[in-house]
């Protein structure tokens, strides 16, 4: 007997972030397929997939959002339920990867919880992962498979590009992030200086930030303020504030992911700063929306690499190897 075999694609959306799951459905012209997702009563989370995918390149779509931990572990259990039941090829696709920033050990007895979470992944059984702008890409080698590392700067630097009209500066946080600012001044399609901000921590903080100078040329310039995400905003804006007190003209400030915990929705609305612009690998409710906030769908190039990644295309041209 001989059978010709087919692929078939199928789609599950986690609990995290059904918008952004149905956007990258529509873009990818394929139906979410049916899963029930619901918690035991002390609060343990239940997974069963509703439609028959023995065979199938399963696609399993989780940000890691608010409750983090849950939302990791419902992704967890939703790929090996996928696996169980005989999934021929497994991802997880990640728009926001948890965990990202504690990638190495900053200081004794710290865990490198970005690596565990690579394994846990890798246990549950997936085959492939697809994330976007990781923190530091070094964690692509923290998996012994595939990972597709999307970028959401040309994006960024399409909407930016056409909001400044003059001299620009793209501005980097910190040090750490000059590779970060000039990918985003590649993509401009004006010509665009480069500075950073000399930050600092106080020892054995997370979430605190002091900005103590600016090397760069900004004085009366557009300065565009890049980072991969904000999270509680202190960072951002501190070096926002630098910027407009050493003579910049307007400040605005670019990121991929806008988690704004706590403090960061009221810091950027008091904050000198024309817009901010995030994209919506995260879910941003109605509380966290402000009047300079703009925010961009990344689905229809999340949608693109899953595309690429069924029909076994290269990704990296997608992005003209930008996404490394």
Known sequence: ??????KRLMLFAGSGHRSLSEEISESLGVPLSSVTLSNFANGELYCRYDENMRGAD?????????????????????????????AKRITAVCPFYGYARQDRKAAGREPITARLLADLLTVAGADRVVTVDLHTGQIQGFFD?????????????????????????????????????????NCLDIEAELAFVDKSRPKGTHNIAVANDVVGVIEGRHCVLVDDMIDTAGSITAGAELLMERGAESVIIAATHGLLSGPAVDRLKNARVREVVVTNTLPISDEKRFDSLTVLSIAPIVAEVLGAVFGDKSVSELFRGDNL
Not at 1 to 6: F, G, H, R, S, T
Not at 58 to 70: A, G, K, R, S
Request: glycine share 6%; proline share 7%.
């Open 1 to 6: 007997m001989e059978l010709v075999p087919k």
């Open 145 to 185: 498979f595939p990972v597709d590392h999307l970028t959401a700067v040309p994006l960024l630097a399409d909407y930016v590009g056409n909001r400044v009209d003059g001299e620009v500066t793209v501005v980097a946080p910190d040090a750490g992030g000059g590779k970060l600012a000039r990918r985003f001044a």
């Open 58 to 86: 399963v696609f399993v779509l989780q940000t890691h959002c608010e409750p983090i931990n849950d939302r990791i572990f419902e992704q967890l259990i939703m790929i090996d339920a996928a696996k169980r039941a005989s």
